[in-house]
């Protein structure tokens, strides 16, 4: 049984993927694709090659000033917490109701 033969790319190659990556502002699995290379491989190179990490949403797209959650948003998070409350019991009380009507199984 033959299995695949392994590719093997030039540094060159290895170094322009990095750079790539790297200056587009694409994700990893992105130019990978383009590439036609597992996005596994692309990440090792840039690991390799010190570029370390893909960039984070945050940082492809900086804000100019951090928000934080204001009263409006704590008095909603509160209402939304007490409306999910009731689903949760709801689905609570099925998955007990299941085992009884089920039965047992041992």
């Known amino acids: 049984?033959?299995?695949r033969q392994r590719r093997s790319f030039t540094d060159d190659y290895k170094r322009q993927a990095v750079d790539l990556v790297a200056s587009s502002g694409r994700s990893i699995g992105s130019v990978a694709k383009e590439l036609g290379l597992r996005g596994s491989v692309l990440r090792r190179w840039l690991e390799l090659r010190g570029a370390g990490r893909e960039p984070t949403a945050a940082e492809r797209h900086p804000t100019t000033q951090a928000t934080l959650p204001?009263?409006?948003?704590?008095v909603e998070i509160a209402r939304l917490q007490r409306e999910n409350e009731r689903p949760r019991m709801e689905r609570d009380i099925l998955k007990k109701s299941i085992a009884i009507f089920a039965g047992a199984r041992t």
């Open 1 to 3: 049984m033959e299995g």
């Open 70 to 74: 204001s009263a409006d948003h704590a």
